[in-house]
């Protein structure tokens, strides 16, 4: 199986930023498309941003759009989310996730789920 584990989560001051990491285990991460959902409390599980393997083309949420960035290094089977200009609204517990076909939007099935980490954004 694929590990996903994310880190880099923590509390940050509206305005400010944070860069979540999701380190892979796996042979294969290179060949994934790669992506971050979030989910606040109350709220269903959203997609953020996704990163394809193939070509690395992006894709994006409105409401992050032109704030945060996904990359990744498969050199080092990871994937980044940098999130600038933060939010009260972007507080959730961000999930990165792969899957091994199809682009990584909103409504591909993700066959790997990290545990999550925790973005607080306070005013």
């Known amino acids: 199986q694929v590990q996903l584990v994310e880190s880099g989560g923590g509390l940050a001051q509206a305005g400010g930023s944070l860069r979540l990491s999701c380190a892979a285990s796996g042979r294969t991460f290179s060949s994934y498309s790669m992506a971050w959902f979030r989910q606040a409390p109350g709220k269903e599980r959203e997609f953020v941003e996704g990163?394809?393997?193939?070509?690395?083309?992006?894709y994006y949420a409105d409401s992050v759009k032109g704030r945060f960035t996904i990359f990744r290094d498969n050199a080092k089977n990871t994937v980044y989310l940098q999130m600038n200009s933060l939010k009260p609204e972007d507080t959730a517990v961000y999930y990165c996730?792969?899957?091994?076909?199809?682009?990584?939007?909103?409504?591909?099935?993700?066959?790997?789920w990290g545990q999550g980490t925790q973005v607080t954004v306070s005013s």
């Open positions: 990163i394809s393997g193939s070509s690395g083309r992006l």
């Open positions: 996730a792969a899957t091994n076909g199809g682009t990584p939007g909103p409504r591909v099935r993700y066959d790997y």
